[in-house]
């Protein structure tokens, strides 16, 4: 955190010696003479006595387009002149307009203010009408945009009763800049978690609010919440300092300026949210949920400095390409732009997912040599839409001047890349939704150990980064798998070879990074349907082996320990706080459930003694011993074992995440631990108190499965700015948005999939893991293919001595023999023949051969796919090379070398690879 404010320090002082961090194209305030109205956008904003020039504003409709002179105006207020090329009114407020034009008529509104004042009031009501109807000019509805709904006005002021809307004017969607200032009581409320709100740049259910509950001092008393394709989305949440009382009033405040909205209690600012990039208009408007709510004294003000920006509009998600390929979720493709005769192929139906840009201190597009290619502005021009950009720089003003630019411009489908987490941390300071990529060029490294990558972990969570990149040389499945299984998004770095980029493909990385793409593209092609080169992780659901069949309860070290064995890969677990502040592992907030043989206890309301006094039920094995653990004593017994453990935190709780933060430190299980949680604040937290730490974030809110590019948006604006994975409940989640996510760099982990068949459907659809109460499902099931050894060297005249040997698993442990059918990649000029057993049968000359093998196999439901193994690599040498101090072999053996292309027999207790095993070996007869 430290590094952090010192980072954030600098650019804030950067930014006062030398001005505003955007240095990319200026964006101006709209002026009048650039005005374009439209029967959405009706307003005209000016001072008291200044003229308002008719012959340069134009109009929009169905007729086309005109200069405003060329229509007819009236007003019959006498403080509007209007005349052939003018209007000028001579009182502050908001005068209507009468502009007729053949075809159309509608109504303008000008809007004036004092030349001294730095505001405009563009809309202020306070109800002085008698009781009974709403006036004309407000829009009555239900709580889902439909006619309907009950308001009156009550005592001068507006009264909503429950499941109502009321819209102020239209006219007011024109605006999508200003400050909501409004009078609140609610009088009364069906319970403490009902509502009203304040809503704004509404559309039908697709609309943003300020929601308030009754009891506004509920971690989520008050909310940012957004209606999206008639689903919510809170991403926002806060408390007041109390509970609305009944006959209270309350002054709310909706500061909305672009992306960034404010919301406040009486002064007392609850919320700051800087995302809010999916609505830009639409009408504003109150409205009340189970509650019953007076408003009053409405008064929404435009700043001048509000005013909005007329600018292009770029694509918010974009179209990434489809390969055709039957790999399942293949990794997404990358490319450096190097030169302009790239730009053609982010236009062409066959492209690369992504676009690296390197830019300089002037954001303009460079070359690896720093020469200009073309202004940032062209650039995004060039891929709207079609390709998503990315931006490569290590250096921290520029990345905060990128993001504020691409914030500016509402960019927010795009990727910050650096070698410098610092830098990524910047650009993230300017524009939260940008996703970082911490790059690790390694250019002197020759092979990683298992503390390399717990490194790479913490650099890149450190960073607030989505993705790694690491050489492929470095890679194999092993390591990946090692990296995903901690939650973590791996991008590699291939050439544009058959070898490297097979290897890149086989070792499962989640991005491949290479020029290119086509020939990537042509790979992928050649894997038949339903192929894994990465497996989905099982993930133990309450640390549940499967469901009523465990033979202890949930949440138990005795029903974890089955469901290692069993092949978990991830015990899921919950966590709440004691009275006395141990961490203890429970599902739920009581222990009603789950000890039903004693009084309940509330966990947060009684000592670690009192919640060890009690005993588990053990409707399965019968036990009566069975104990809640504290976190310290269920993560003490894995320590070390081949499982991550999921620290699911249930409570929104500031102490609660240190405490988890504290223990994971004092076990030394930084390697072991990732924590999930509904709340978006303990991620907040945790990303101050362990920010090396990975975090998922639990909900099905942002996915809306009729529509993709809703769902993504969600996904950008909730998951993004927190740096978190996807964890949603697994009802809305598709195919589609499975294999989008990954262009992204974030991956999804559903939960709690119990149905045979769909554990089979996500599992084939690429998902990162599978949170299930029925692990059993799948332990037998062969699902990876091990060799005994992936790099073999030998002498040529030994080469058919070879015989290529691997072994099929099953989640649970069981190995079988299998005689792999080899694809040979490249020979290597070696004329080398594998038969269908993995025997060298043929070879008639040295050089280097590459291979891979495919196994087809089976769910227990009938459904088939396909694994792939690691890379294979056989030397064949005129002469075995000795290491320094080897006598010469004089046994006439073959050599085999577990290198660093390897797969889990490069795993060994002195580092997890990088570490050259000679082995000498009798030959196989």
Do not use: C
């Amino acid at each position: 955190m430290k590094k952090r404010m010192i980072v954030v320090l600098l650019l804030l002082m950067s930014f006062m010696v030398f001005g505003s961090l955007d240095r990319g194209q200026k964006i101006q305030a709209q002026t009048n003479d650039e005005r374009i109205l439209t029967s959405t956008s009706t307003h005209l904003l000016t001072n008291v006595d200044e003229a308002i020039d008719t012959s340069v504003i134009r109009v929009r409709g169905a007729f086309g387009e005109i200069f405003l002179n060329q229509a007819t105006l009236t007003s019959a207020n006498s403080a509007v002149t209007i005349t052939a090329n003018a209007i000028t009114v001579s009182e502050k407020g908001i005068f209507p307009i009468s502009f007729q034009y053949p075809g159309t008529t509608m109504t303008l509104h000008v809007i004036s203010k004092l030349a001294t004042e730095t505001e405009y009031v563009i809309y202020e009501e306070n109800f002085s009408y008698p009781n009974g109807a709403i006036p004309s000019s407000l829009t009555l509805l239900n709580n889902v945009g439909q006619p309907g709904g009950s308001a009156a006005i009550d005592g001068n002021r507006l009264l909503l009763s429950p499941s109502t809307i009321v819209l102020f004017p239209s006219y007011l969607q024109g605006f999508s800049n200003y400050i909501i200032e409004t009078d609140m009581r609610m009088s009364s409320a069906a319970n403490s978690s009902r509502w009203t709100s304040v809503m704004f740049r509404y559309q039908t259910e697709n609309y943003y609010q300020m929601a308030v509950r009754q009891d506004a001092t509920l971690p989520n008393g008050v909310e940012f919440a957004k209606r999206v394709e008639g689903s919510w989305n809170v991403t926002g949440t806060g408390s007041y300092t109390e509970a609305l009382a009944p006959g209270t009033t309350y002054r709310l405040k909706v500061d909305v300026n672009g992306t960034t909205v404010k919301e406040f209690i009486n002064d007392t600012e609850i919320i700051n949210y800087d995302a809010a990039f999916e609505f830009t208009h639409g009408r504003i408007g109150v409205q009340a949920d189970n509650v019953n709510v007076y408003y009053d004294n409405v008064k929404i003000t435009l700043p001048e400095d509000y005013i909005e920006v007329d600018q292009y509009q770029f694509q918010q998600v974009v179209d990434v390409y489809k390969p055709t390929t039957g790999i399942v979720a293949p990794a997404t493709t990358l490319v450096w732009f190097n030169e302009l005769s790239q730009l053609d192929d982010f236009s062409a139906a066959i492209r690369p997912a992504t676009a690296i840009f390197r830019i300089n201190e002037d954001l303009d597009v460079v070359d690896a040599s720093g020469n200009v290619l073309l202004p940032l502005y062209d650039a995004l021009l060039a891929v709207d839409g079609k390709v998503i950009p990315a931006f490569y720089t290590n250096n921290a003003t520029t990345a905060a001047s990128l993001g504020s630019t691409l914030r500016n411009y509402r960019i927010f489908d795009t990727f910050i890349v650096s070698d410098d987490g610092d830098v990524i941390l910047a650009a993230r300071e300017a524009h939260s939704l940008m996703r970082g990529v911490l790059n690790f060029p390694m250019t002197d490294v020759e092979s990683l150990s298992k503390e390399d990558l717990i490194e790479v972990r913490k650099a890149t969570n450190t960073a607030q980064a989505v993705a790694s990149i690491i050489p492929v040389h470095l890679l194999n499945q092993d390591l990946v798998h090692y990296m995903q299984q901690r939650v973590m998004t791996v991008w590699t770095t291939a050439g544009n070879d058959d070898v490297s980029q097979y290897k890149a493909i086989l070792s499962g990385a989640n991005g491949i990074i290479t020029q290119d793409f086509e020939s990537l593209f042509e790979k992928y092609a050649s894997f038949g349907p339903n192929t894994h080169v990465r497996r989905p992780l099982m993930i133990a659901h309450r640390g549940l082996y499967a469901g009523g069949l465990s033979s202890a309860p949930e949440n138990t070290i005795e029903a974890a320990q089955e469901a290692i064995e069993k092949g978990a890969d991830i015990l899921e677990f919950d966590v709440y706080l004691t009275l006395d502040q141990e961490v203890v592992v429970i599902h739920d907030a009581t222990t009603a459930r789950t000890a039903p043989g004693y009084d309940s206890l509330t966990i947060s309301q009684s000592t670690l003694e009192q919640v060890k006094s009690v005993n588990l039920v053990d409707p399965i094995g019968g036990r009566e011993d069975l104990k809640i653990p504290t976190l310290r004593e269920f993560m003490t017994a894995f320590k070390d074992e081949d499982v991550v453990l999921f620290i699911e935190i249930k409570p929104t709780s500031d102490l609660l995440v240190l405490r988890v933060a504290e223990i994971i430190e004092e076990l030394e299980m930084y390697d072991q631990s990732a924590i999930i949680t509904f709340s978006t604040a303990n991620i907040q937290s945790m990303n101050v108190y362990m920010p090396e730490l990975s975090n998922g974030h639990l909900t099905g809110a942002v996915l809306n499965a009729q529509n993709l590019n809703t769902s993504l948006t969600n996904m950008f604006s909730t998951n993004v700015p927190i740096n978190s994975t996807l964890n949603p409940s697994y009802g809305a989640l598709t195919r589609n948005f499975v294999e989008a996510i990954v262009h992204r760099g974030i991956t999804v982990w559903p939960w709690t999939l119990n149905e045979y068949n769909v554990i089979v459907q996500y599992y084939n659809y690429g998902v990162g893991g599978i949170t299930t109460d029925h692990l059993g499902y799948i332990q037998d099931t062969f699902n990876r293919v091990v060799f005994n050894t992936y790099n073999h060297l030998t002498l040529l005249e030994d080469a058919t001595d070879i015989r290529i040997r691997a072994a099929i698993e099953t989640p649970a442990g069981l190995s079988y023999p299998y005689m792999p059918e080899m694809t040979i990649i490249d020979d290597g000029g070696t004329g080398i023949v594998i038969d269908l057993n993995g025997n060298v049968t043929h070879v008639n000359s040295t050089g280097t051969a590459y291979a891979f093998t495919k196994f087809n196999s089976t769910m227990p439901n009938g459904i088939s796919f396909t694994i792939t193994g690691d890379l294979v690599t056989i030397d064949i040498v005129s002469e075995i090379p000795q290491e320094p101090g080897d006598e010469p072999d004089t046994n006439n053996t073959a050599i085999i070398i577990v290198s660093i292309i390897g797969g889990s027999a490069a795993l060994g207790v002195g580092g997890f690879f990088g570490i050259r095993y000679l082995l000498k070996l009798r030959k196989i007869s």
